[in-house]
T-cell receptor, first 115, second 112 residues
Framework: GAVVSQHPSRVICKSGTSVKIECRSL??????MFWYRQFPKKSLMLMAT?????????EQGVEKDKFLINHASLTLSTLTVTSAHPEDSSFYIC???????????FGSGTRLTVV | SQQGEEDPQALSIQEGENATMNCSYK?????LQWYRQNSGRGLVHLIL?????REKHSGRLRVTLDTSKKSSSLLITASRAADTASYFC????????????FGTGTRLQVFP
């Protein structure tokens, strides 16, 4: 079945630094990828929709300059948390929509801790 | 923004019992999906029900959809300790087919 690889699974960084999270579709092409954020014991909040070759569409309240999204190819989207602060600590999950209509496939998530 | 509200927020049952989770949503949908998430992990797709379907089964899972009430339910029969997880409904909203919006989730605990 469709597989999405998300890397890294865990990252700890210092305040003020930037962190890049990668999301790859391994065996299918995904023109659209999605980035979610999840706080402990809470649901997934959609942050942005990433379309290959074009600018990402951000949900209301999500800072574009803070969360940079790049979708340079049909199999890779990246989320960069810039100038990270402790309040950015969260679980980030990506998802890819299969062109073949097999639905949404989710990555295993990245636990970001900013100290 | 979140589309769905789920209840209960938390549910504790004994092995062998059935677990029912409910989801209500706000706008027209193409389909509704249920996902499972073990603590700190990614999501596992359980089942998808289309807007023109009313009921669907998959193993011990039974999902219903009532579009007039904008609600869905997930029933897990003969629960097992391994079913302990959070369960989320997610709607593929009608006005934008490329967006999956999640409900608030139900944390299920199944005691051996």
């Amino acid at each position: 079945g469709a597989v999405v690889s998300q890397h890294p699974s865990r990252v700890i960084c210092k305040s003020g630094t930037s962190v890049k999270i990668e999301c790859r579709s391994l065996d299918f092409q995904a023109t659209t990828m999605f980035w979610y954020r999840q706080f402990p014991k809470k649901s997934l909040m959609l942050m942005a929709t990433s379309n290959e070759g074009s600018k990402a569409t951000y949900e209301q309240g999500v800072e574009k300059d803070k969360f940079l999204i790049n979708h340079a190819s049909l199999t890779l989207s990246t989320l960069t948390v810039t100038s990270a602060h402790p309040e950015d600590s969260s679980f980030y999950i990506c998802s890819a929509r299969d062109l073949g209509g097999r639905g949404y496939t989710f990555g295993s998530g990245t636990r970001l801790t900013v100290v | 923004s979140q589309q769905g509200e789920e209840d209960p927020q938390a549910l504790s049952i004994q092995e062998g019992e059935n677990a029912t989770m409910n989801c209500s949503y706000k706008t027209s949908i193409n389909n509704l999906q249920w996902y499972r998430q073990n603590s700190g992990r990614g999501l596992v797709h359980l089942i998808l029900i289309r807007s023109n379907e009313r009921e669907k089964h998959s193993g011990r899972l039974r999902v219903t959809l009532d579009t007039s009430k904008k609600s869905s339910s997930l029933l897990i029969t003969a629960s097992r300790a391994a079913d302990t997880a959070s369960y989320f409904c997610a709607t593929d909203v009608y006005y934008n087919t490329d967006k999956l919006i999640f409900g608030t989730g139900t944390r299920l605990q199944v005691f051996p």
